[in-house]
C-alpha cells in the first residue's frame, strides 16, 4: 500500500517536473527568437584621407542612437544585425573624423530604402544605394579658431565708414561737376560773394555801437566818403564853369541886359 502511493505520487511529481522543463524550454526559445529577429543593415564606410591603419578600430556604427552599436572592418565593411522594422539613423562614429549619416527606412517585408539626412528640410528626400556607401567629411573640429584682425574689418567698421563716406561723395561730386564751365563759375563767384565774411573793422564797430562809444571810422566808409566829395566838386566845378561860359557868351550877356532893365 505504501508502495503504490509512493509510486503515485512520484509519478504525479514526475509529470509537474517534466511540465516545468517543456515550459522553461519554450519560453527560452521565445526570448532568443525575440532578440535574435530583426533585419540585418550593411554598408561600407571610405577610408579617410592620411588616416592611420587602425582607424577602424576605433569607429563605431550607431543606430538610433546607441540603442544597436556594430563595428568596422578592416577593409572598411560594417553589419549592424538584430533590427527590427523602422526607420532609423545610422551614424559612424570617430573621435577624430566625421562621416556623412544616413537614414534608414525598413518595412515589415524587410525592404531597405536609404536616403540622406536632412534636418533643415525633412521633406526633401534624396535616396541613397543599398548597402550603404558612407564618405568621411573632413577631421571633426572641437575648438573654434580666434579670429585675427584683418584689414578689411577695419575698413569696414562703422566709425571709419563715417569718415570716409562723406569724403568720397565730396570727391566723387567734385570729378562729376565741370569746374571750367563759364556758368558755373559765375555761379560760384556770386556764392562766395553772398558767402563772404565782413570785414573786421565793420565787425569792431558793430561791437562798439553796443558798448555806447561812437562809430569809428573804417576804410570802408572813408572810401564812400572821399568818392562822395569828389563827385559833388566835379559836379560844382561843372555848373561854375557852365556859369561862366553862360555870362561870358554874347547871347548870355543880351540875356543879363534885360534881366537888369
Not at 14 to 43: D, P
Not at 65 to 94: A, I, K, L, M, T
Request: charged residues 20%; contains cysteine.
Amino acid at each position: 500500500m505504501v508502495i503504490v502511493t509512493f509510486c503515485e505520487n512520484f509519478k504525479g511529481s514526475f509529470f509537474l517536473l517534466a511540465a516545468a522543463m517543456f515550459w522553461t524550454v519554450v519560453l527560452s526559445a521565445i526570448l532568443n527568437c525575440s532578440w535574435t529577429y530583426g533585419h540585418k543593415l550593411e554598408g561600407l564606410l571610405i577610408t579617410p584621407k592620411d588616416a592611420p591603419a587602425d582607424w577602424f578600430v576605433h569607429t563605431r556604427i550607431h543606430v538610433d542612437g546607441s540603442q544597436y552599436v556594430g563595428f568596422v572592418q578592416p577593409d572598411g565593411y560594417f553589419e549592424v544585425s538584430g533590427v527590427p522594422s523602422g526607420s532609423y539613423v545610422v551614424e559612424p562614429v570617430h573621435p577624430s573624423y566625421v562621416f556623412q549619416t544616413a537614414r534608414v527606412d525598413i518595412n515589415s517585408k524587410g525592404r531597405i530604402r536609404a536616403r540622406r539626412v536632412n534636418a533643415p528640410q525633412p521633406n526633401a528626400v534624396k535616396e541613397l544605394p543599398y548597402p550603404l556607401r558612407l564618405s568621411s567629411g573632413g577631421n571633426a573640429v572641437y575648438f573654434k579658431p580666434r579670429e585675427q584682425l584683418r584689414t578689411l574689418d577695419v575698413l569696414f567698421s562703422p566709425s571709419v565708414l563715417y569718415v570716409l563716406g562723406p569724403l568720397i561723395v565730396v570727391m566723387a561730386l567734385t570729378r562729376l561737376i565741370n569746374t571750367n564751365d563759364p556758368e558755373m563759375q559765375k555761379e560760384l563767384q556770386q556764392m562766395s560773394r553772398q558767402q563772404k565774411l565782413p570785414d573786421f573793422g565793420e565787425m569792431l564797430s558793430s561791437l562798439s555801437m553796443f558798448g555806447g562809444s561812437k562809430k569809428p571810422a573804417t576804410s570802408h566808409t572813408r572810401r564812400r566818403l572821399t568818392d562822395d566829395a569828389r563827385s559833388s566838386s566835379s559836379t560844382h566845378d561843372a555848373g561854375s564853369g557852365s556859369r561862366s561860359d553862360t555870362s561870358t557868351s554874347p547871347l548870355g550877356r543880351k540875356l543879363t541886359k534885360r534881366k537888369n532893365q
